[in-house]
Structures are given as C-alpha cells and as structure tokens.
C-alpha cells in the first residue's frame, strides 16, 4: 500500500516567549528567556516560584467571547490561540476540503488544574451547589480538541491524547498516520498545557524533579549543563496543520517541511525515571527512522527532550549514540526547554513548530544557559548561540512519566 507524503502546512504557538510566533520565533533565535517569576498564581506557599508563563495574553472575540472566556481553563484558551494561528498560516478555506477531511488531534498531558482547584475551594468552602456546571467541560483534556473542532468546523477525526510529557509528539504521529492512511486530508495537530497551579507544582516539588534555582528564574533551566538539578515548569501550546503532501502542492500552500516518520515506545521500567541506557528511547527512534525510510546517518539535528533533568538528559544521549552510533558525533543538538521551560504534554507540540521552523529557516535555536557542559554529554550541543543547519532531516523526542516515549521525523523541503 503506497502511503501520502505529509506537508506542515501553517504553525502557531504560545508560551512564555510569546502569544504568537512572531513574537516567539526571532526571541528563541536570540537566545532569550521566556522563564520568570509567576504572576497567575499564589505562591506564597510554594518554594518553586518560576514558570515558562504565558503572561497578558487575551483571546479575541471571533475566537471565543468574554463569557466563553472566563468557563475554560487555560490549557483550552492556548490550544485555541495556536490552532486558531496555525489555520490562518496555512491559507486553507472551506472550499480546499470537506470538513468531514478536516479533523484534529491534540496532546494534553495534565488537563485543567487551575480550574479544578478553583471549584474545589467552591466545593469545600461553600458547598457543591457553587461548582459551576462548566466545570466538566474547562477542564477535560479531550476539550481541546473538540473546542477547535467546533471553532472551526471540522467533522473529521477529534479526540486527544494524554501520555505526559510525550503527549503532543503523539498527537502528532497519530495525525501524520492519518493522513498516511488517507482517511483524513488534513489534521490540526500538537499539544496544549496550563498546569500552573498549586497541586502540580507542590507535586512536582515533592518528588525533587523541579530546578531549585529561584532567585534567577532565566538561568534556572540548564538542559545538558553539569549544575542542572531538575525542570522549569511551563505552559503554552504548539499547533501544526498536518495536509496530503500532494493535494497541499496542488492548492499552492506553503510547506515548512515534511513529517517523514515517526515511532512509539515504552521503557517498562520506572513510573517515573528513564532507563539509564535510554533503552526505550533507543527502540523509539529507531522505529521513527524505519518509518522516515532514511538511515541513521542522514539525521543531522535533533531537538532533544533534553528537560534539565540529571537522570534524562544523560539516558537520551546515551540512546542518541546507540542509534546513531559513528555519526552521532556529527548531530547538532539542542534543547529550547532552556527558554521555554518545559511544557508537559505540549512540548512535543511546541518544539516540533520549532523543528519545522529550523528545517524552512535553517537556523537552529541554542541551548542557553550552558556553562559546564556534563562530563557525560559527549556530542555536540548548539550552546548559548544559534547555529546555521547542517543536513536534511531533523529528529524531535519527547518522553513522559510511565516509561512512554515518541519520537517524529521531519524532512527539509
């Protein structure tokens, strides 16, 4: 069975660097940080005061209107904002295709925490009569890409997938299948989070996995660096309109690069921690570059995973080397979690807009923040300064709690 080429046909995203990619883009170039201290949230209690904060942004009207604002949850406001920018970049209208060829899939790894506490303080504090009846919907994860869905039309495919951290970078292998596949023309397709709340955060805190460093919130996310001790916690989303290569073409789109392959795995090994030899991730992306039906040498850069984890950063190397073996050491590798922080099950969504936007403008955004590069981190790592692109074909990772992993290819064009 012949498989459809798959074009990235219009992007959009939000984060702490910006409401858009305008803003997001030529900053993240620059090496410049989106991490500060939180403004959304109370924290007087938490000892992590610092987020990649999506600060003043505001949804405009013909996107959802003041009442339909203030019932969901942030994650859904993001998920709207990027879907809504990615559309209108990629120039479809409603006589490109039938909606039913029109569909969407979206990564949301937490949900609506910030609501969630909100009603639960109406429950206990004023009884169940006072949690809102839009409560379910704020803050269901599947909300996501139903609310886009319903915004903009579409009668194809809806639903989300929520695997942590590696949840967008799902979303987006199971659109490019579809499309593969044939059933679906086009799929709207990334991740979306707004997890800034207490019970994460004090969760996170808990289990030793955030950064410490709270006095200098722009250097507190260090991915590969030997002072790393853990993540910067962050919210946004990453949306990327997936089309038929070839219908695409013939429309006269613009396509920023080819989704080529993608893979999926599971460590089976730790709720948590990664395998030490990056074993799952090993099996993953080498299962992405069977897809891609390219050799392990024509990779040339890689948007790691690369969370500042002491665990994780290591593990991923490692596999890294596994998969590559000789040529691994000609990878340019970087880690724009450094500037965003880490946005849980929108980042696959996120850095794969930015893998797509290395690929089209062939520039790779830096790793900042690196000052001692890790005795264990022997490749080569794109620090503190952007690099020009080296090569065709670009590799984004993400890996989540449970040991699941996803990787996706994508080719220059």
Not at 36 to 51: G, P, Q, R, V
Not at 177 to 197: C, F, H, K, N
Not at 231 to 246: H, K, M, R
Not at 253 to 260: C, D, N, P
Request: charged share 20%; proline share 4%.
């Amino acid at each position: 069975m012949k498989l459809n080429r798959v074009a990235i046909t219009g992007l959009g995203a939000c984060c702490g660097l910006g409401h858009n990619l305008q803003e997001i883009w030529p900053a993240l170039i620059q090496g410049k940080s989106g991490i500060s201290f939180m403004e959304s949230y109370s924290i007087d209690k938490l000892t992590c005061k610092i987020a990649g904060e999506v600060k003043d942004y505001s949804i405009p009207e013909d996107i959802l209107d003041a009442k339909e604002v203030s019932r969901y949850d942030r994650f859904l406001h993001f998920a709207l904002l990027s879907a809504f920018e990615a559309y209108r970049d990629s120039g479809l209208t409603s006589r490109d295709y039938k909606a039913e060829n029109i569909g969407c899939i979206l990564g949301v790894g937490m949900g609506g925490f910030p609501v969630i506490e909100k009603d639960m303080h109406s429950l206990f504090d004023k009884g169940p009569r006072r949690v809102s009846p839009f409560f379910i919907p704020a803050i269901i994860p599947n909300m996501a890409s139903g609310l886009v869905t319903i915004k903009l039309g579409l009668k194809g495919i809806n639903y989300t997938t929520a695997s942590a951290c590696a949840s967008g970078t799902h979303a987006i292998g199971n659109a490019a299948m579809e499309i593969m596949l044939g059933r679906q023309d086009v799929v709207i397709s990334g991740g979306a989070e707004g997890a800034l709340a207490g019970l994460p955060i004090a969760g996170f805190i808990n289990m030793k996995a955030l950064a410490k460093n709270n006095t200098e919130p722009e250097r507190a996310s260090r991915p590969f660096d030997r002072d790393r001790d853990g993540f910067v916690i962050g919210e946004g989303a990453g949306i990327l309109v997936l089309e038929n290569y070839d219908k695409a073409v013939a429309r006269g789109a613009k396509i920023y690069a080819e989704v080529s392959g993608w893979g999926a795995s599971s460590d089976a090994h730790h709720i948590t921690a990664p395998h030490p030899e990056g074993l799952g991730a090993i099996q993953c992306m080498r299962q992405a570059i069977k897809t891609a039906n390219i050799s392990a040498e024509q990779l040339t850069h890689v948007n790691a995973h690369g969370t500042s984890t002491p665990l994780g950063d290591v593990a991923e190397i490692k596999a890294l080397k596994a998969v590559c073996g000789a040529s691994a050491s000609k990878l340019q590798i970087t880690s724009t979690k450094s500037m965003t922080g880490h946005l849980l099950g929108a980042a696959g969504g996120l850095e794969t807009v930015f893998t797509a936007l290395t690929l089209k403008e062939g520039i790779i955004p830096p790793t900042t923040n690196l000052e001692n590069l890790d005795p264990e981190i022997d490749l080569h790592i794109v620090a503190n300064k952007a690099e020009k692109l080296n090569g065709e074909y670009a590799l984004n990772n993400s890996f989540g709690f449970g040991g699941t992993n996803a990787s996706v290819i994508l080719k220059k064009v």
